[in-house]
Structure formats: C-alpha cells, structure tokens
C-alpha cells in the first residue's frame, strides 16, 4: 500500500491540465508508468486520484459486492460514475476531463492533497473551505475516530 504525504498548489491551464507536483512524482515514481484513474469523490465536491494498483485493490473489493442486491448495484453504478483513466503526459502534466472538473469546481487555483493513498484534487477555494470547516468539530472527531481504539483496532 502507498502511504503519500504532502499538500501541493498549482494551476490548470485552460484544457483543464495541471502540472503534478514533483514531490508526487517522487513518491509514486515506481507506479507513474502504471498511470492513474480519477473519479468524483463520495463525501466531498473534490476529485479522488488513485494511483492504478490502488485502484485495482479498490476493484478487488467491489467485485466481491453482490450485484443482485439493488444497494450493492447502485453503489457500484454511483461510485464508478465518470470514472477516467488518466497519465502523465511527456512534460508531467495531468488531464483532468472537463466533466469532472465541473462536478469539483476547478478553474485556475488547484491543491492536491494526499489521502493515505490517493490524491485529492481540489479547487482552491472549495478546499480551504472545507478545512476551515472540518477544523471546528475536528478535536471531537479525532477522539471519536482515533480515541478510543488500540493500535491494532484502528480500521
């Protein structure tokens, strides 16, 4: 499993490409060739990232879901939706398809965010205020997640 660190800033130029951070790359240098799938993200107005070999364990997940119970199939239809596969081109920039860059709200300023180990892909505007936010009722949320648990406990 990966493990990424880091927040990075940069800019999406008008074909909705963003160049991807450097230190990204260095992190994920030993799966860049593999490419990458970027989709809608479930609970937040941002797009999810996933290097493929995370993706495919996320797959290897689903697939177990059976598809003759409605709630499992309209997950799988909802969690898929607009899902693109996507790389680095040549001079390290990412195409981001216009469609999700719609649904995210992405123009100019962009944050990529780690998230254990995937990217989140934000406009800017929307991801501060969405740490400004979180960070109110962060402190309960932390004891109630992390709290309470012991290190082998912790899912």
Excluded at 31 to 56: D, H, I, S, T
Excluded at 89 to 97: K, V
Excluded at 111 to 129: G, H, T
Aim: net charge neutral; hydrophobic share 45%.
């Amino acid at each position: 499993m990966i493990n990424l660190i880091g927040t990075y800033e940069c800019k999406a130029d008008a074909k909705g490409r963003l160049m991807f951070s450097s230190a990204f790359k260095k992190q994920l240098a030993a799966v860049l060739q593999e490419g990458f799938v970027v989709k809608r993200a479930v609970f937040q107005p941002c797009l999810e990232l996933y290097p493929m070999k995370e993706w495919n364990l996320m797959m290897e997940k689903i697939n177990k879901l059976n598809r003759f119970v409605k709630k499992n199939n309209d997950f799988i239809r909802r969690f898929t939706a607009g899902v693109k596969m996507v790389e680095l081109d040549n001079s390290g920039r990412l195409l981001i398809p216009k469609d999700l860059c719609q649904f995210a709200g992405i123009e100019k300023q962009i944050v990529l965010s780690s998230a254990v180990n995937i990217i989140e892909i934000w406009d800017k505007n929307r991801y501060e205020k969405a740490i400004d936010d979180a960070s109110v009722d962060f402190a309960d949320l932390a004891e109630e997640v992390m709290g309470n648990v012991g290190e082998d406990e912790i899912s």
